[in-house]
């Protein structure tokens, strides 16, 4: 069993691609990738480093995987977990719920989690609204991808993001910083 479990859920893919990315960059043996369309309450259980990716959807709704498993993970508890987010959104296209998922998801896990990691500056990016960021902070609370508008920019943040989670995890493997 690995460090890491990294939960996600994707609907077109780009989530998918996003997670193998990052499981590159911080050691593939350190990560083990769980789709939420095929797990249970108990798969978290197996880790204290979790790290949930989700996209948000048209007006701020979380992903079609993460929505139908919401009622299992309220029953979760975190304690002793500690945790890190990626959100996927359209900055333009929905500028009032950028990343609205992933600031749900986050509120839900931060009601038990013992510490929360991978918080994510604001700067560069341009939204009207987002659940995601953190009150009175130029802060995400976790990684921000825009597919949309910005793919150009995912390989620096990836490893910029991945840098930072490596060293607030802890992992003693080395760190693959990778032009992808």
Same mark, same amino acid.
């Given at each position: 069993? *690995?460090? !890491?479990?990294?939960?996600?859920? *994707?609907?077109?893919?780009? /989530?998918? *691609?996003?997670?193998?990315?990052?499981?590159?960059?911080?050691?593939?043996?350190?990560?083990?990738?769980?789709?939420?369309?095929? !797990?249970?309450?108990?798969? @978290?259980?197996?880790?204290?480093?979790? !790290?949930?990716?989700?996209?948000?959807?048209?007006?701020?709704?979380?992903?079609?995987?993460?929505?139908?498993?919401?009622?299992?993970?309220?029953?979760?508890? @975190?304690?002793?977990? /500690?945790?890190?987010?990626?959100?996927?959104?359209?900055?333009?296209?929905?500028?009032? @719920?950028?990343?609205?998922?992933?600031?749900?998801?986050?509120?839900?896990?931060?009601? /038990?989690?013992?510490?929360? !990691?991978?918080?994510?500056?604001?700067?560069?990016?341009?939204?009207?609204?987002?659940?995601?960021?953190?009150?009175?902070?130029?802060?995400?609370?976790?990684?921000?991808?825009?597919?949309?508008?910005?793919?150009?920019?995912?390989?620096?943040?990836?490893?910029?993001?991945?840098?930072?989670?490596?060293?607030?995890?802890?992992?003693?493997?080395?760190?693959?910083?990778?032009?992808?």
């Amino acid at each position: 069993m *690995s460090e !890491i479990g990294l939960f996600f859920g *994707s609907d077109d893919g780009n /989530t998918q *691609s996003i997670v193998a990315r990052i499981a590159k960059r911080l050691g593939e043996e350190n990560v083990d990738l769980h789709d939420v369309a095929e !797990i249970t309450q108990l798969d @978290f259980a197996r880790y204290e480093k979790l !790290i949930m990716a989700i996209p948000t959807w048209d007006f701020g709704q979380a992903q079609t995987d993460w929505d139908d498993f919401w009622p299992e993970l309220e029953q979760i508890d @975190f304690g002793g977990k /500690t945790m890190a987010f990626v959100g996927l959104g359209d900055q333009f296209g929905y500028s009032d @719920f950028f990343l609205d998922a992933m600031g749900q998801l986050h509120d839900e896990v931060a009601k /038990t989690a013992a510490r929360i !990691i991978g918080y994510w500056p604001t700067a560069g990016y341009e939204f009207d609204a987002s659940r995601a960021k953190i009150a009175g902070e130029n802060m995400f609370v976790g990684l921000a991808l825009d597919q949309d508008q910005q793919p150009q920019l995912t390989c620096n943040r990836l490893n910029q993001w991945c840098r930072q989670v490596h060293a607030e995890f802890g992992l003693k493997t080395p760190l693959q910083l990778i032009q992808d």
